[in-house]
T-cell receptor
Framework: GQNIDQPTEMTATEGAIVQINCTYQ??????LFWYQQHAGEAPTFLSY??LDGLEEKGRFSSFLSRSKGYSYLLLKELQMKDSASYLC??????????WGAGTKLIIKP | GAVVSQHPSRVICKSGTSVKIECRSL??????MFWYRQFPKKSLMLMAT?????????EQGVEKDKFLINHASLTLSTLTVTSAHPEDSSFYIC???????????FGQGTRLTVV
């Protein structure tokens, strides 16, 4: 079956750095996505990786290793507004998004 | 990025009635639309995938006759929850995609409460 694993919850301090890991086992691979979701709202797109390596976008970076079935989202200079759930999703061979359960990130002052 | 509009954002209905949720892609032609359901503190669960002009493909365990999906045009898909029951209360989200876009764009979501 298809499976995406990420930690359920993480806590970090304002101004610090946090890394959220995601491992996946899917039937085919057509890209990995990270989305941010605040409670009661729809997910918003953060990043997309289809080739191995690091993609940097401002305070957020995302890394992919296809051979290891592994990705991480790195958030720098954490702000209180970064408190949210972070969803890892993989597009499989049918171009369908398979979602992880999400990581709830709690930022403390 | 592309805009997907979902309406209504919140709806309260009585048990036994039907509710229609609309999902519109405002600035691109969405060949494929996805409907998700999300319970509190849980991940998005795909309910069905619809391609314009054809019948929706439902995920295992999702009742076709209860959750009617129509994708009549490249810019509009609707989800109708028929004979709603309190256990249907949830957050419903649509997303739209096409071959020309990499990511899926999401609507704002609809909070359905059945009383």
């Amino acid at each position: 079956g298809q499976n995406i694993d990420q930690p359920t919850e993480m806590t970090a301090t304002e101004g610090a750095i946090v890394q959220i890991n995601c491992t996946y086992q899917t039937s085919g691979f057509n890209g990995l996505f990270w989305y941010q979701q605040h409670a009661g709202e729809a997910p918003t797109f953060l990043s997309y990786n289809v080739l191995d390596g690091l993609e940097e976008k401002g305070r957020f970076s995302s890394f992919l290793s296809r051979s290891k079935g592994y990705s991480y989202l790195l958030l720098k200079e954490l702000q209180m507004k970064d408190s949210a759930s972070y969803l890892c999703a993989v597009k499989d061979s049918n171009y369908q998004l398979i979602w992880g359960a999400g990581t709830k990130l709690i930022i403390k002052p | 990025g592309a805009v997907v509009s979902q309406h209504p954002s919140r709806v309260i209905c009585k048990s036994g009635t039907s509710v229609k949720i609309e999902c519109r892609s405002l600035d691109f032609q969405a060949t494929t639309m996805f409907w998700y359901r999300q319970f509190p503190k849980k991940s998005l669960m795909l309910m069905a995938t619809s391609n314009e002009g054809s019948k929706a493909t439902y995920e295992q365990g999702v009742e076709k006759d209860k959750f009617l999906i129509n994708h009549a045009s490249l810019t509009l898909s609707t989800l109708t929850v028929t004979s709603a029951h309190p256990e249907d209360s949830s957050f419903y989200i649509c997303s739209a995609s096409s071959e020309r876009v990499t990511e899926a764009f999401f609507g704002q979501g609809t909070r359905l409460t059945v009383v």
